[in-house]
T-cell receptor
């Protein structure tokens, strides 16, 4: 079945540091891949997505590239801010008649000033 | 555009009481999902609907939980009777499933505390 594995947190960085959160997946077919962000006390928000191999999703300075050969979708940001402190979830959908998202367990990011 | 709307935002109730959580999906979306989030178990999918029909309820923990979607703009999740272990944040999400688009949009959640 479908599964998503994220690096375990928590991740603590200083402001302006480079961020990578690793995500690998197992899925049938050609899944769509997503990163969601959850700020404290809020629901999950879609951060970016990619629907086919070699696609790069980007938003708010975050990027992730769909790598089919390594079944990965790592999240990166060149310079984090305190306001990026949140929990980040990697997710996939394997398509067809399966409408569900399979989520990773989430990675807590804390950015210190 | 209004996002997914959930009510109430906070609910505190005593063990044994009935609890009803409500959700209004984004207009035009055809799928609706109920999730539960706790520190111990993380984010769990409870049930989802497509075109108002329940498709997969395998995540519903037990018979005390039930969900309905009487029309495209409203869904409820009911717990009867409630127990302290049901304390969690419950999220509703909606999606327009079309082509390769499967992203879900989440509501702000209902924080349920059962004492």
């Amino acid at each position: 079945g479908d599964s998503v594995t994220q690096m375990e947190g928590p991740v603590t960085l200083s402001e302006e540091a480079f961020l990578t959160i690793n995500c690998t997946y197992t899925a049938t077919g050609y899944p769509s891949l997503f990163w969601y962000v959850q700020y404290p006390g809020e629901g999950l928000q879609l951060l970016l997505k990619a629907t086919k191999a070699d696609d790069k999703g980007s938003n708010k300075g975050f990027e992730a590239t769909y790598r089919k050969e390594t079944t990965s979708f790592h999240l990166e940001k060149g310079s984090v801010q305190v306001s990026d402190s949140a929990v980040y979830f990697c997710a996939l959908n394997s398509g067809g008649s399966n409408y569900k998202l399979t989520f990773g367990k989430g990675t807590l990011l804390t950015v210190n000033p | 555009d209004a996002g997914v709307i959930q009510s109430p935002r906070h609910e505190v109730t005593e063990m044994g009481q009935e609890v009803t959580l409500r959700c209004k999906p984004i207009s035009g979306h055809n799928s609706l999902f109920w999730y539960r989030q706790t520190m111990m178990r993380g984010l769990e999918l409870l049930i989802y609907f497509n075109n108002n029909v329940p498709i997969d309820d395998s995540g519903m923990p037990e018979d005390r939980f039930s969900a309905k979607m009487p029309n495209a703009s409203f869904s409820t999740l009911k717990i009867q009777p409630s127990e302290p272990r049901d304390s969690a944040v419950y999220f509703c999400a909606s999606s327009l499933v079309a082509g390769t688009s499967y992203e879900q949009y989440f509501g702000p959640g209902t924080r349920l505390t059962v004492t």
